[in-house]
């Protein structure tokens, strides 16, 4: 007989022992046929199953990536909103420094209104750097750090030997970072000539010594 046919006596048995259970008339090879015949279904409902849940669960899971999507663009959404604004006004704390630094010393020694207002700008900029920082954006002021190209901006090279090549000599212009993001790069002046940085010094090699004798 060919597995073609073989389905077909299966079904043909299982349904003769069905009717033959009825009279309580059911032999080995009809209870055989009744088996598989539940076996099969069983099996096909079995891997239905499998495959709803397989379903289930990678709807699951895309809901899961959508939800931290969704999360992570609303926190940077309201991480970084305040960007563009804070770039505009940059410019006022640039205004706030240029100020105090262009009134001598000695003047506001001598004059006391022109202290009192010194003093009153000296007030505004640290309270505009405070509210600043309240929204996530810091002054970057490298002046004698390493130079780091991601967040500053080097304007010009200047020859000196005492501090380790690329140090920031001089800061022309502080930067600005909001949060981990560079809002302006700090505008500075990188040294040269020197030693290389984070070189340790070298050791001259130590004489050989004895090895120890009882």
């Not at 598989?36 to 709807?59: H, I, M, N, P, S």
């Not at 560079?182 to 990188?190: C, Y």
């Amino acid at each position: 007989m060919s597995d073609d046919k073989k389905p077909f006596d299966e079904t043909a048995q299982a349904t003769s022992a069905a009717a033959a259970s009825e009279t309580g008339e059911v032999g080995i090879d009809q209870l055989k046929a009744m088996i598989a015949a539940l076996q099969g279904d069983l099996e096909k409902k079995t891997a239905e199953v499998a495959a709803k849940q397989d379903q289930f669960l990678r709807a699951v899971a895309e809901t899961e990536n959508v939800r931290r999507r969704l999360e992570k663009e609303k926190e940077e959404t309201a991480k970084y909103a305040i960007t563009k604004f804070a770039k505009d006004i940059l410019t006022v704390g640039d205004n706030f420094e240029r100020a105090i630094a262009a009134v001598p010393k000695e003047a506001v020694e001598t004059d006391p209104a022109l202290k009192t207002l010194v003093e009153g700008v000296t007030l505004a900029e640290r309270d505009f750097k405070t509210a600043l920082e309240r929204h996530g954006v810091r002054v970057v002021d490298p002046a004698g750090q390493p130079f780091n190209p991601h967040h500053h901006q080097a304007v010009m090279e200047q020859e000196n030997a005492t501090v380790p090549s690329g140090t920031v000599l001089q800061v022309y212009q502080v930067g600005y970072m909001i949060d981990d993001r560079n809002l302006r790069p700090a505008m500075v002046v990188v040294s040269r000539g020197g030693p290389k940085p984070g070189k340790p010094d070298e050791v001259s090699p130590e004489e050989p010594q004895e090895p120890l004798t009882d």
